[in-house]
């Protein structure tokens, strides 16, 4: 053997099991680094300068105007700065705790129980997905609005001296928690999935009750996804603007979303003061990421044996009749009532709902809305040119995401951890301003790409990269890298064993990442609101124009509709892949 | 305080098709160390988990000393929680999120004991394992061999009456695998607990149980002290998977209930043992263990005392194995295997030798073998 | 103040409106339109308004379609600033609802006056030589119907008890016309007329569209809006009902210009020509409830023409005080946002 291939060689086996490109080890990350670059890493920046500078980023003459911290300090001694600061840490950490905990007891009822009718309690509990949060916060306020809304117009028929009042810090945390349930609910029902079962099994034999067991030995094991999944909760409702809005205008909770959005409401827009604002978030969201890692760090959540096997069911005897209902419960408040009240306001003719018998009035119901809807120009142009948007954002989105996921999980190239990082800023930053982040680093791209379909393709892909990076980040650990090596001695190449046999292994990790970038660029409205023309609408921004417009009832016509048409794409994909397997 | 294990008439079918345990009875006494013993998929590990009430069985009966804790037809079922038994999982099932001695304590924490006395159960359990210096470690910091003892305190800490071990040896190394198996018969001795164990391995069978229980597609085929099992093979099943592997096609001469002559390649005869008497004519397969077959010199004439047949031939292959040497000798048409014990192997490739057959070694059975020579 | 003139050369102009004559276009113009085929315009006038003056456009001259991009002031703006920066400005003709900042913007237009530009307030051509008001909004009252028997007849009457908690309100910092609004008050119904209201403890909405929806709904009685968002509810059969208040209708004014760099200046021009013109100011009256400023122009539902003030804010105190007026409106109200 030549001196220089038994050198290589030795090298390799120093280097340990992991892979190692041998001869570009440095050609792949800086590649994905530039990608980066463009779709996060340049619009971050215009955004860090634009909050140190007191210029319009375009406008300005000089390449780095002067810099100064003044919006920053007027930040902290801003009293109404603090109040949304306050407000929208409360909401969003009592959300999310209420997202973990709904999130996880869902998981493992329909992952872990014998529960009846888990199918149905599993895709319906996703739904809540579909809505955007300008329309929750919409129908919560029709159903919830102290002196007409639909609830209590039922409670006084019924004769109780009840009343809610969903224009409130606590209406907003409610909303905030169930609606994000789902995303906690993905992370922990597949960590769930791929827990040895005799963890489980070992604490029951050795005497605890099933409750026990899952306080003593389930819950504590799956921290990681625990974490991951509310703490994603948590930066994803700091960011919302929508329910706030709608539910804490009247309430007069001031929120730092809402705050934005004054900032970039006003007349010149206030771009730099909004930057600093996202900086304070992304801040916090850094915090976030920080306590995550120091949570978990040195302790071992091996779960995984590497084998396959069947996650065995719990019975829960005549306590399963309890979870149950528990979950019809949870669906009926998450789903049933905000869609009812859509319907009622997309099929009435106006919202006048004096008492209770004039809900049910038919004379007051009409298929009007649904005739505006389709007959405007511009609505089938939005669906269509949603659903291409979205299906390549869902396609090249999920590949970059994957691209990357495998990366940093399963090489040793260089820079994996500048990668990570990179790929995960864009979450921390609320839909508003990226969109004009997005705006400004992107109008002078070269080739026409500036007011196509294109380039929103391109915005909601940087937009959704850390949460379907996640999603496929925890498929990937489950392979076991045995059977990757397998492939490797047989021969083949490191492509061919991610094409024959990582990717058909990941498979169902990797289609639910793509559904779930397809559903929330859908329904993504910030970060298109300054990139789109007339010709590449999309169906969120009609829908906003809509609603702005003051045509409520089309809205919320409109809302039915991508719903309905979310849910039965989803459907399909599901379907579709649940006979591959 | 130990019970004895009964169980009766034990059926399970998952689906359609071949029942998983088909009609399985046996009892174990109390402090008695019993065996399942059979390839994979023959049902020992589904009967464990049924007695564990990790599985529910289709039809039969568990009775656990006083308690019977499943009769589907009479609606019982006890759950795993209130059977009070020890259970060691495959893959041990040690919480890595614990250290050893909160694991080994966690099976104390509902038994509403006093702190002291919990402390003092830990303690000794982990003396009884040799682990008392790892208390503080974290669970997964630990090595097979040394997790797997983990389980097994964590099982005995709270006296159950009555201890499962589901292959507990597998995931080690061979040489680990020798020296805790006799540690563990040991421990389990120690304890005087009633213990059901499953395994596929036939010598760590032997060297563990009081008696093993041979499985195969769902059924209990024999259950019978090692010893006996390995001198008196109930069937060509038995006599292969404990390590039979001299099997010789053939075809009785004469037969009584206990012995036997039969007519095997190239016109030699054996003189056998039979399980029952099988009629004149019958083709059946002779199984023998190479370990029991002696080797001498070409010209040797008695043999040992005893009835030995006397088999002529030639060493084909004489193959160095450490502490024993194999041999394969070809007689006529049939090849024997024999294993000598000695790391000076005698016999050389080419040598003429005699091969000493007992007749108490060897068993014939009236079936097919699939692997056995042609006639 | 000059507008306080306008007013009264307005009423006198409405006493003798005429019906609206048929917009003639120079036949060479419609043809280089057509051969164009496309107009693209940015504002902030309602999708679904801007869609029916497209309509009723196309149905003179289906050869130019329209491409409407819509976004509100000040997102509008961020756009324009982009795009304009990066010399990538798409927009043919450009409507901006703040005339304040208009100005500032000519240097992106180009040269343009509509046929009947004498038609015209002089005040509002003193913006800017290249832009003309295309819409123009006024606030008035929206009332539920079913819930209010005595609707107020003025904002001052606003003040009367009955009205105690039962008012919703939009915050003066929620856009260029909520900003008039509060300006209005302040300065035409009094100092202490904010506090008067404050007592009220109106319920804040973000915008125009749930305010509009909780006065439908009867979750507040009366609130302000815009006619162009009232009365297509109205004609829909929602129970509410509007009221011109007595003491003015505060108005804004929105602009618009083609742009120098437009890359349909022909049809810019025809589509522009024909908004202006009576017959597209009709539409957007009588098809959208809206409101205009052209002379002899008619007046939306309801509207009576005697008594009618129409309260215009002076350009210079609209840019200068709003900052300043805004805080003091947030601190009134006890409004955090």
Redesign the interface.
């Known amino acids: 053997m030549s001196v220089a291939a038994s050198r290589i060689e030795a090298s390799a086996a120093a280097r340990g099991r992991a892979i190692s490109f041998r001869p570009l080890p440095w050609l792949w990350p800086l590649f994905l680094l530039l990608i980066l670059g463009v779709l996060v890493i340049y619009p971050v920046a215009r955004l860090v300068l634009g909050s140190l500078t007191d210029v319009?980023p375009?406008?300005a003459r000089e390449a780095l105007p002067p810099l100064t911290l003044e919006h920053y300090l007027d930040l902290a001694v801003n009293?109404?700065v603090r109040?949304?600061t306050v407000n929208s840490l409360l909401a969003c950490s009592f959300g999310a705790l209420l997202s973990v905990v709904t999130g996880l007891l869902f998981a493992w009822i329909v992952v872990r129980t014998n529960t009846p009718m888990k199918g149905l309690i599993r895709s319906a509990g996703l739904m809540p997905l579909f809505i955007p949060p300008l329309v929750a916060g919409?129908a919560w306020?029709?159903l919830g609005?102290?002196?007409?809304g639909l609830i209590n117009v039922v409670l006084q028929a019924m004769g109780l001296p009840w009343k809610v009042n969903f224009?409130s810090l606590t209406g907003i945390t409610v909303v905030f928690g169930v609606y994000y349930a789902p995303y906690v609910f993905m992370f922990t029902a597949s960590a769930l999935e791929n827990m040895?079962p005799?963890?489980e099994?070992?604490?029951?034999?050795?005497?605890?009750?099933v409750f026990?067991t899952m306080m003593?030995?389930t819950i504590?094991?799956m921290?990681p996804a625990i974490l991951s999944g509310g703490l994603l909760a948590f930066v994803i409702m700091l960011g919302v603007y929508g329910t706030p809005?709608?539910l804490g205008?009247?309430a007069?909770?001031?929120f730092l979303t809402?705050?934005l959005f004054?900032l970039?409401?006003?007349?010149?827009?206030l771009?730099n003061k909004a930057a600093a604002v996202s900086m304070l978030l992304v801040a916090v969201t850094a915090l976030g990421i920080w306590l995550q890692q120091r949570a978990l760090r040195g302790?071992?959540?091996?779960?995984v044996?590497g084998k396959s096997f069947r996650p065995?069911l719990i019975d829960l005897g005549r306590w399963r009749y309890f979870t149950l209902a528990f979950g019809l419960l949870y669906l009926f408040f998450v789903v049933v009532l905000p869609f009812a009240a859509l319907l009622i306001v997309a099929f009435r003719?106006?919202?006048?709902?004096?008492d209770i018998g004039s809900l049910f009035d038919a004379r007051q119901y009409s298929l009007?809305h649904f005739e505006a809807l389709f007959a405007?120009?511009?609505t089938m142009r939005s669906i269509w040119n949603s659903l291409i948007v979205g299906g390549a954002a869902a396609i090249f989105g999920g590949a970059l995401a994957f691209a990357i996921a495998y990366t940093v999980q399963r090489t040793s190239v260089r820079l994996r951890t500048p990668i990570d990082y990179i790929a995960t800023v864009p979450v921390a930053i609320p839909g508003l301003v990226i969109g004009?982040a997005y705006?400004?680093a992107w109008?002078?791209l070269p080739g026409g790409l500036?007011?196509t379909t294109a380039i929103l393709a391109i915005a909601f892909i940087a937009r959704f990269l850390p949460d379907t990076m996640k999603a496929l980040s925890t498929s990937l650990i489950q392979i076991h890298r045995e059977l990757e090596e397998a492939s490797w001695i047989c021969g083949l190449g490191l492509l061919t064993t991610i094409r024959k046999v990582v990717v058909p292994l990941t498979l169902p990790g990797l289609i639910s990442g793509m559904t779930l970038l397809f559903v929330l660029s859908i329904r993504e409205l910030g970060s298109s609101?300054?990139l789109?023309?007339?010709?590449s609408i999309i169906m969120s921004v009609?829908l906003l124009?809509?609603?702005?417009?003051?045509?409520?009832?089309v809205s919320a016509a409109f809302s039915v509709f991508q719903s309905a048409l979310l849910f039965l794409i989803i459907g399909s994909v599901s379907w579709l892949t649940r006979r591959k397997r | 305080m130990t019970a004895e294990l009964a169980v009766s008439r034990l059926n399970k079918t998952f689906l359609a098709g071949r029942p998983a345990i088909d009609d399985v009875s046996f009892v174990a006494t109390a402090g008695e160390i019993v065996v399942l013993l059979g390839p994979s998929g023959c049902g020992k590990t589904t009967t464990m988990r049924s007695v564990a009430g990790l599985e529910t069985p289709t039809s039969g009966q568990i009775r656990i000393g006083d308690d019977i804790v499943s009769d589907p037809a009479g609606g019982i079922f006890v759950r795993p929680q209130k059977r009070n038994v020890g259970m060691v999982f495959q893959s041990y099932a040690v919480w890595p999120h614990m250290t050893v001695a909160e694991n080994v304590r966690y099976p104390l924490l509902n038994r509403r004991l006093p702190r002291a006395e919990m402390e003092r159960r830990v303690a000794g359990a982990l003396a009884i394992v040799s682990l008392t210096e790892y208390a503080g470690r974290s669970a997964t910091a630990l090595s097979g061999g040394q997790m797997q003892r983990v389980a097994l305190a964590r099982s005995l800490v709270y006296q159950p009456r009555l201890l499962l071990l589901d292959e507990p040896l597998s995931n080690l190394d061979a040489k680990l695998r020798l020296r805790l198996r006799d540690e563990l018969r040991r421990i389990i001795k120690d304890a005087g607990v009633t213990a059901l164990y499953v395994t596929h391995d036939q010598s760590e069978a032997v060297a563990v149980a009081d008696r093993i229980g041979v499985m195969r597609d769902g059924r209990l085929i024999q259950l019978a002290t090692p010893t006996e099992l390995y001198t008196s093979p109930s069937s060509l099943f038995v006599a292969e998977f404990t390590g039979a592997t001299n099997l010789i096609s053939g075809r009785i001469i004469a037969s009584d209930a206990g012995a036997a002559r039969v007519a095997i390649a190239g016109g030699q005869e054996l003189a056998s043992r039979v399980p029952q008497r099988i009629a004149a004519g019958t083709e059946v397969t002779v199984a023998v263990r190479p370990e029991n077959l002696r080797l001498s010199a070409g010209s040797a004439e008695t043999g040992p005392a005893g009835h030995w047949n006397r088999v002529a031939g030639m060493v084909r292959e004489a193959r160095f194995q450490g502490v024993q040497t194999a041999y394969t000798v070809t007689s006529g048409e049939t090849v024997w295997e024999i294993n000598e014990y000695g790391s000076v192997p005698r016999h050389a490739g080419g040598d003429e030798v005699i091969v000493w057959v007992p007749r108490d070694g060897c068993w014939a059975y009236a079936e097919a073998s699939t692997s056995a020579q042609a006639h | 103040m000059k507008y306080q003139m306008l007013i009264s050369a307005l009423i006198a102009a409405l006493a003798t409106s005429a019906q609206a004559a048929e917009f003639k276009a120079d036949p060479a113009l419609v043809a280089a339109a057509s051969k164009e085929g496309a107009v693209t315009i940015y504002t902030a006038n309602q999708l679904e308004s801007e869609q029916q003056l497209a309509k009723r456009f196309n149905t003179r001259f289906p050869d130019v379609k329209i491409e409407i991009v819509r976004a509100p002031g000040s997102r509008l703006i961020a756009r324009v600033d982009a795009e304009a920066a990066s010399g990538k400005l798409a927009a043919d003709i450009i409507e901006f609802s703040d005339s304040g900042l208009a100005k500032s913007y000519e240097k992106l237009l180009a040269d343009y006056a509509p046929a009947n530009a004498g038609k015209y307030p002089a005040e509002i051509r003193a913006i800017s030589a290249k832009m003309w008001p295309k819409t123009a909004w006024g606030y008035v009252l929206a009332y539920n119907k079913a819930l209010v028997k005595n609707p107020p007849k003025s904002w001052a009457d606003l003040s009367k008890p009955d009205f105690d908690e039962k008012l919703g309100w939009i915050p003066a910092g929620a856009g260029g016309t909520s900003w008039t609004l509060a300006m209005f008050q302040r300065k035409v119904l009094g100092e202490s007329e904010w506090k008067n209201l404050a007592t009220k403890q109106p319920v804040m909405h973000p915008s125009d569209s749930p305010l509009l929806a909780a006065v439908i709904r009867g979750e507040v009685r009366v609130v302000p809006l815009k006619t162009n968002s009232i009365i297509p509810a109205m004609k829909d059969g929602a129970p509410i009902g509007i009221v011109y208040p007595a003491d003015g209708v505060p108005m804004t004014v929105s602009v618009a210009g083609i742009s120098a760099t437009a890359p349909h200046p022909n049809a810019a021009r025809l589509y522009l020509d024909w908004i202006l013109s009576e017959e597209g100011q009709e539409t957007w009256v009588n098809n959208s409830g809206g409101m205009t400023v052209l002379a002899g122009g008619s007046l939306p539902e309801g509207a009576e023409k005697a008594g009618l003030k129409l309260w215009f804010p002076s350009i210079k105190e609209y840019a200068e005080l709003r900052n300043g007026w805004v805080n003091e409106w947030n601190t009134v109200f006890n409004y955090r946002q």
């Open positions: 319009n375009m406008t009293p109404t109040a949304a919409f306020s029709l609005s102290p002196e007409t224009y040895d005799s963890l099994e070992a604490s029951e034999v050795s005497g605890s009750s026990q003593r030995i504590p094991l921290a809005a709608i205008t009247p007069n909770e001031p809402t705050y004054s970039l409401s006003w007349t010149p827009p771009y302790r071992s959540f091996v779960t044996a065995k003719k106006y919202m006048f709902v004096p009007g405007n120009p511009l004009v705006l400004w109008v002078g500036y007011g609101l300054f789109y023309t007339s010709d009609l124009d809509f609603w702005e417009g003051g045509s409520i009832g």
